[in-house]
């Protein structure tokens, strides 16, 4: 019998240390992890430098890009009259209220005595026409290049008064599309910007500017040397410097508050990406040096774009804190190259999860690497993934940290 006691005894006392041990080690493994912490790195950037623009001497000017808006400016920036560079206001708003697709000519204008009472005002003032005729039919593009081309101050009514009803429901409009996109110097009292009352800022036409480039219709008829037109015939574009300095575009503008005015367009290559450089020349002498003065603008714009790469693909952006494995690497899906203006400042920001699982595969998503460029506003992202496996803690890691 004390034999039989002494083993039961033995018996019951492993029984109890195996159950002891399976308890310590069910905890232990069902214990929650401690958390898994990031730890998103600190990238470098890209600190603007000084941009030296051949500014002309006289008036106020300003340079911006198609995708980056109006990079620098010269001058009071004051509101002044903008001449025929307000019938890029008009064409945006036309094509606002009746779109147009680019290739398409769109619904036809019957000239009526009202239209023919505009070009007869507008000769009697020497102002800039194209003939019509009481019947004649234009289509919508057809008006378009009669608007944009030789500039005619009567079409820009006509066309004023087809899509809005009236010239003040025109003005109204404009007014209202300009305080909606923050030009808060343009104001519209005519559509073909005759009256001196009609006025902005170069750098608020060089929004105008990019704003009216980024339509195609616009963009395709500026563009054009040339057109024939009912009635009129051949037409000419006053914008003499298509093709130099690879302008595209878009509008000229003299009056006699306004003797030299210009709102033009460029397209330049940079890391074989096309880049519209837009730019405004306001209260120059007289036509001519104003148009003169525009390229050696376009030509030095150009350079001051260059192609970056501040994060390239695999480049680590942070890591995850594991407590039982320690660094596990977060890296770059592809890399981030940006065309920018060497004036502006490029800021690099990297955005992970808090939380992730214990267990991730590499390649995982994980986050986020943006670039940005100011002024500009340009933007890039990529995805930010795991550098390789998070994996399971061992049982004797658990067992290690229980407490």
Do not use: C
Not at 254 to 275: C, E, R
């Amino acid at each position: 019998m004390p034999k039989l006691r002494t083993a039961w005894k033995r018996s019951v006392i492993f029984v109890l240390v195996l159950l002891i041990i399976a308890g310590v080690v069910g905890y232990a493994y069902l214990k929650p992890l401690p958390a898994i912490t990031a730890q998103p790195a600190k990238l470098d950037g890209y600190t603007a430098t000084d941009v030296s623009l051949p500014w002309p001497a006289y008036g106020e000017a300003a340079i911006g890009a198609a995708g980056y808006g109006v990079l620098t400016q010269h001058g009071d920036q004051t509101a002044l009259p903008t001449a025929s560079i307000a019938k890029v206001m008009t064409a945006l708003a036309v094509l606002k209220q009746k779109p147009l697709n680019l290739g398409d000519q769109g619904p036809v204008i019957t000239i009526n005595q009202d239209d023919v009472d505009s070009y007869n005002k507008y000769v009697a003032e020497d102002g800039s026409v194209v003939q019509v005729a009481v019947g004649q039919q234009f289509t919508e593009y057809q008006a378009l290049q009669a608007l944009l081309l030789p500039s005619a101050n009567n079409v820009a009514e006509t066309l004023a008064r087809w899509a809005f009803g009236s010239i003040s429901g025109y003005t109204d409009y404009a007014n209202q599309y300009a305080a909606q996109h923050g030009w808060s110097s343009i104001h519209i009292t005519d559509p073909s910007g005759f009256l001196p009352s009609t006025v902005g800022s170069a750098q608020d036409l060089t929004r105008l500017g990019i704003t009216a480039m980024q339509n195609p219709v616009i963009a395709d008829v500026v563009s054009q040397s040339t057109a024939t037109l009912p009635t009129a015939g051949p037409v000419y574009n006053v914008n003499k410097m298509l093709g130099q300095s690879g302008t595209v575009g878009i509008k000229t503008g003299n009056s006699d508050q306004d003797l030299g005015a210009y709102l033009f367009a460029a397209n330049t290559q940079v890391g074989g990406k096309t880049v519209t450089v837009v730019g405004a020349i306001m209260n120059g002498p007289d036509l001519g040096t104003v148009l003169h003065d525009s390229l050696p603008l376009i030509d030095a714009a150009d350079q001051d774009f260059v192609t970056a790469t501040p994060v390239h693909a695999g480049k680590n952006v942070g890591n995850y804190n594991v407590p039982w494995q320690g660094k596990v690497p977060v890296v770059a899906q592809k890399d981030l190259t940006l065309t920018h203006w060497k004036g502006s400042n490029l800021t690099t920001s990297v955005t992970l999860q808090k939380q992730v699982p214990a267990t991730l595969s590499p390649n995982q998503n994980v986050g986020a690497i943006s670039v940005q460029s100011s002024p500009g506003n340009t933007a890039l992202s990529s995805a930010a993934i795991l550098g390789k496996v998070i994996q399971k803690p061992s049982l004797l890691w658990r067992l290690q940290h229980i407490f």
